[in-house]
């Protein structure tokens, strides 16, 4: 019998504290450092297009950075704090598990808005196209108002909204209908969490990192853990929600192609603009995605369904990818829209937020040294630029000499992420790097490196095992998903009929 919904609070309070991994870094930061490291960050971006795109990771598909966006948003919520105005008093009233309550809110009891009369299948707007919207101001009826913000993250919501009431038919389909609730609940959390430690981790976190620590747990159990130990799994990590968590930023792309006939920027900074894809507003007509092939791929490598390389105004399909994860924001994202951002940069937000008095998040040395990893040298802290003809890089000294040897955790990140590029540019002589060296060969895959890769793998794989309720300490022995043990979310979009 699935464990019942506890509501947000798996441990039986409504705000906690969030927990550290390692001491705070006893020496902060200037934020005229952080604002000068963040500038240097932006790189201006061509216009917007719908061919190959040299910033393109072929590794992750795009809509991974937006699922990303939703995993975060299923573990994460800081009243206390906003997106533009970080504060110390940081806390979280989600549950540190991945149990869907951004789906699922507190369940049909608490929230029978939310459910049909059946008191099992989730509500959608009558289109099938939207998500169920308060007539009087058209915002979103969800568990997290949030995975409205823009119209991607919008519809991966819809779809996983979908993906319940499908199990739910599938499982009246056979008959009992009994706590038919709580089995498509189990069964939908359940297929979540494996396709994010079997599909979104595989994808973003590289294969040395992966492999090592997913056989190291297997070995070990919780002795495989440095970091995140059983001790810390009442809370999410500082470190993680303040800095590591956060590389997906780097991933976000100029814009997006939804259908035949829209591309549009991810934000134009304004708010509730036909010309951007932000949200908390009813979708519109022209933002359904019409071919989630444009997201997603049934494979890890180059997507069987890649179709013919688009040009202006043609309207096959192709499969757009992630931006490559590492020190670089596409421009868009240094002046995030009011309702987002304030305004600010969102780089300077990230920074800073790590700097915070609460936050001191240890460095990105501290971390590798914890996890007896070589650490980044100064030639591999560095930032592109643009050369004479296409792309160079340089050193992130003029942000702050100390940077080199006490870097903030973010940054390191992605600078791990992009060591392989700057090890292709050496040895091509570091000249300017043009848009063929970036779309093939070692330039064209970024992933999370040992310390990056090694927080997503311990506390994803941490909260997975705390959890009571989670397919590793609940599903019946020999459960199989009903998407198959082939684990993806295009596998999940196909179970629902969405490819």
């Known amino acids: 019998m699935p464990i019942p919904l506890k509501g947000h609070g798996l441990l039986g309070t409504r705000e906690q504290k969030f927990v550290r991994l390692l001491p705070e870094n006893p020496r902060p930061f200037s934020d005229a450092s952080l604002d000068a490291l963040a500038a240097l960050m932006v790189v201006p971006d061509d216009e917007l297009n719908d061919g190959a795109d040299a910033e393109e990771n072929l590794k992750v598909p795009a809509g991974y950075t937006y699922f990303g966006q939703f995993i975060d948003h299923d573990l994460t919520l800081d009243i206390t704090s906003s997106f533009s105005r970080p504060t110390d008093a940081a806390s979280n009233l989600r549950n540190p598990a991945l149990d869907l309550d951004c789906v699922y809110g507190a369940g049909p009891q608490?929230?029978?808005?939310?459910?049909?009369?059946?008191?099992?299948?989730?509500?959608?707007?009558?289109?099938?196209?939207?998500?169920?919207?308060?007539?009087?101001?058209?915002?979103?009826?969800?568990?997290?108002?949030?995975?409205?913000?823009?119209?991607?993250?919008?519809?991966?919501?819809?779809?996983?909204?979908?993906?319940?009431?499908?199990?739910?038919?599938?499982?009246?389909?056979?008959?009992?209908?009994?706590?038919?609730?709580?089995?498509?609940?189990?069964?939908?959390?359940?297929?979540?969490?494996?396709?994010?430690?079997?599909?979104?981790?595989?994808?973003?976190?590289?294969?040395?990192?992966?492999?090592?620590?997913?056989?190291?747990?297997?070995?070990?159990?919780?002795?495989?853990?440095?970091?995140?130990?059983?001790t810390l799994r009442t809370q999410l990590p500082k470190e993680f929600v303040g800095a590591a968590y956060r590389y997906g930023h780097s991933m976000v792309r100029r814009g997006y192609r939804l259908n035949s006939a829209t591309k549009k920027l991810i934000f134009d900074g304004g708010d509730l603009t036909d010309d951007s894809l932000i949200g908390f507003q009813p979708l519109p007509a022209a933002h359904v995605i019409d071919d989630w092939g444009r997201f997603f791929s049934p494979s890890f490598g180059i997507p069987v369904k890649n179709g013919p390389e688009p040009v202006e105004n043609n309207p096959a399909v192709r499969l757009q990818w992630a931006y490559k994860i590492d020190p670089s924001l596409v421009d868009p994202l240094a002046k995030l829209p009011p309702s987002v951002g304030g305004g600010a940069s969102l780089a300077s937000l990230n920074l800073k937020r790590g700097n915070l008095p609460s936050y001191a998040i240890a460095t990105g040395q501290a971390f590798a040294a914890k996890l007896r990893e070589k650490p980044l040298t100064p030639d591999e802290l560095m930032v592109r630029a643009e050369g004479t003809d296409g792309f160079t890089f340089k050193s992130i000294e003029s942000a702050d000499k100390r940077f080199l040897t006490e870097t903030p955790l973010w940054f390191y990140i992605l600078a791990e992420a992009q060591a392989p590029v700057l090890s292709y540019w050496r040895e091509a002589g570091k000249r300017d790097l043009n848009d063929d060296d970036f779309a093939s060969g070692p330039c064209s895959i970024s992933q999370l490196g040992p310390v990056g890769g090694r927080i997503l793998m311990e506390v994803f794989n941490g909260i997975v095992d705390a959890d009571p309720r989670s397919f590793r300490n609940a599903a019946p022995a020999g459960w199989v998903p009903m998407i198959g043990n082939e684990i993806s979310f295009w596998n999940v979009l196909k179970f629902t009929g969405l490819v």
Not at 146 to 174: G, P, T
Not at 218 to 225: E, I, M, Q, S, T
């Open 110 to 230: 608490d929230q029978p808005y939310m459910y049909a009369a059946d008191g099992a299948t989730l509500l959608i707007d009558p289109t099938g196209l939207d998500l169920m919207r308060q007539p009087a101001n058209g915002r979103a009826i969800i568990g997290d108002k949030r995975n409205d913000e823009n119209s991607i993250v919008c519809q991966i919501q819809l779809a996983m909204i979908k993906f319940h009431n499908a199990v739910v038919a599938k499982l009246a389909a056979s008959g009992d209908t009994s706590n038919l609730f709580e089995r498509a609940r189990a069964e939908v959390t359940w297929t979540y969490q494996r396709v994010v430690l079997e599909d979104y981790l595989l994808r973003i976190v590289n294969t040395h990192t992966y492999d090592f620590f997913t056989q190291r747990r297997a070995a070990l159990g919780d002795a495989a853990y440095d970091l995140y130990v059983p």
